[in-house]
């Protein structure tokens, strides 16, 4: 429930449910077709920016682990700043942008055509300029996003993901998970409603680190990006394995920490990563569905539902947008305006 | 020149040069032999750690445009915690790895060779795991790393990636570039000898932005955890066109930021993206061969000798540790035992 006054950021988190159940309704029998005419190929080459980068790490896992892909995400600056474009044999190529107007993720898809490999757009504008260029598109649907920070345009993007992931493992049991992803997004939100009062001891902290892993790993950097866009405040994502490789230093009495640890293969790992942070007196919030994992944190973030692992991106990220969004508030700062960013950025 | 009382991580540093110059002598002829006799394939995946990591997202841009080649990072969660390794066909798969120890890169590995891939290894000990489950195997050769944090060892990697491409790119001009670097290593080193009187001013930062593009993504990766690793700073690296997807917003008046900005394509967007910086009034270190450039710093961290774009990560690494060495000096710390960390991070 989002009052009439409630920002564009509110109301478009609170919008999402819906919005995702007439996209599965939309795209599931579109990507079927897409799926069932797509030429051959032996790897995937995803170029996107920003909150679409995170998509595309959902992809990484998600279309190796259902459908046995290998995934490179692109470096753009090789087909703009450098022109030295790679040799594409082989690959699919995807552009992921939720304008379609970045020309670095344009020339890659563009470079990819010209180079006779077939291409897909997933954009929220067919007629921008990605999505005509690629041979196939998916198009968000969601409606134009008021808010600067990306929320249902992202949502719906790891939706389409996991679409294809369900069409290319052409398991009817992962369709029945992905037709159960509405319902679990409505009680999360629900179960979401009200953290204003517990958030507020983190209202002036210098930083967060957020951590996730696998699945969730592009979760925490999501979450991280939408701190940093709405709050100032910095924050940074890792994996919980490279988090290992050094950045531990970082972390000390009272620095918060949030850990991305929904059930599933990831959750033991994280589970020990959170006792070690104890140990050094972190700050935990976590987000999770596991009693015992949530009973680790200063500021537990309960999901109401467990989701199957390869889903819960799509759920976990409910709890991250509420926090960035009510830490915004509690800064006195306003939700669609933040300090310094226009919506459509374009980098060559 | 060190004193016989400096720390580990001060001698390795010194080092460096002379051991960059071995490695060259002993491995552009070696590489050159593992290039001719590797079978056909279409594209590469690396699995790697931490610094290791870093040293393959500068193989991402460097085996692409020096030699044409599609890179991408492994998931390695994907091969050992959820047991999905993706379908390689078309791979050659490298795993990078100082000690050769880390689990997660041997599981990549050793998935690879069961599917009948070819495999190279890139480590400072071939007697490793690693070392025993690659096809191929380039030692570092450099010795024991003594420091916990990798400096000799992250070079070591940087330039047989280097031998790689130039091989791979059939160019006598790139490894005319190649025999180069150790007089461009010493001339750095040698510039950058006295910087402790201008550090002293960000002693207490609570934290740092790290910006880098194209070639030197990865030198803004691996100078950002050096900062966390030896000071316990809080640092995060950004590529220029990410890091205005958002990130910009969490700087203001003060707020240090370290530009990795030498000549080169990529050189003119980090120029324009300084500019807006100093509008917003950030404290900007700047590692550039470039006086333009320099000029816009509040501290200039310059490089004495210009290299060809492509091999600058060699040289533009250099300030960066030794700003991380001074800092950690000037905290009062021990740059040889930091906080919490062990030599070998085993992750699976």
Do not use: C
């Not at 939706?159 to 992931?165: E, N, Q, W, Y």
């Not at 992905?178 to 517990?198: E, K, M, Y």
């Not at 309960?302 to 991250?320: C, K, N, Y």
């Amino acid at each position: 429930m989002t009052s009439p006054m409630a920002s564009w950021l509110a109301r478009e988190i609170a919008s999402q449910p819906a919005l995702i159940e007439e996209l599965l309704a939309r795209e599931i029998p579109h990507i079927a077709e897409i799926v069932a005419r797509l030429p051959a190929f032996s790897y995937i080459v995803i170029a996107a920016r920003g909150s679409s980068d995170h998509a595309a790490t959902y992809a990484v896992y998600t279309w190796a682990a259902l459908a046995g892909w290998p995934v490179a995400l692109a470096a753009p600056s090789l087909y703009t700043l450098y022109e030295t474009p790679p040799r594409l044999d082989g690959a699919l190529v995807v552009g992921i942008s939720q304008s379609g107007q970045s020309p670095d993720i344009v020339a890659v898809v563009s470079e990819a055509r010209r180079q006779g490999r077939p291409t897909l757009a997933i954009t929220n504008d067919r007629n921008s300029p990605l999505g005509n260029t690629a041979d196939e598109v998916v198009e968000l649907g969601v409606g134009i996003e008021q808010s600067v920070a990306a929320t249902k345009t992202y949502l719906a993007q790891l939706a389409v993901i996991a679409i294809f992931a369900a069409a290319w493992s052409g398991s009817t049991e992962r369709l029945a998970d992905l037709r159960a992803v509405p319902a679990a997004l409505n009680a999360t939100l629900q179960g979401t409603s009200d953290i204003t009062a517990r958030i507020q001891r983190y209202r002036d902290v210098a930083g967060f680190t957020v951590i996730g892993r696998g699945f969730n790993y592009a979760t925490a950097f999501e979450l991280a990006l939408k701190l940093k866009e709405l709050t100032s405040i910095q924050a940074i994502a890792y994996s919980s394995a490279d988090f290992r490789h050094g950045p531990v230093a970082t972390i000390s009495n009272g620095s918060p920490v949030i850990l991305v640890m929904p059930r599933g293969a990831a959750y033991a790992d994280m589970y020990e990563l959170a006792l070690g942070l104890r140990q050094r007196e972190a700050d935990l919030l976590v987000i999770s569905d596991v009693p015992e994992g949530l009973a680790l944190a200063t500021t537990p973030l309960p999901l109401a539902v467990a989701a199957p692992e390869w889903l819960s991106p799509l759920t976990t990220i409910l709890p991250g947008q509420k926090l960035a969004l009510q830490l915004t508030l509690a800064r006195g700062m306003n939700p669609d305006a933040p300090r310094g960013l226009q919506k459509v950025t374009r980098t060559l």
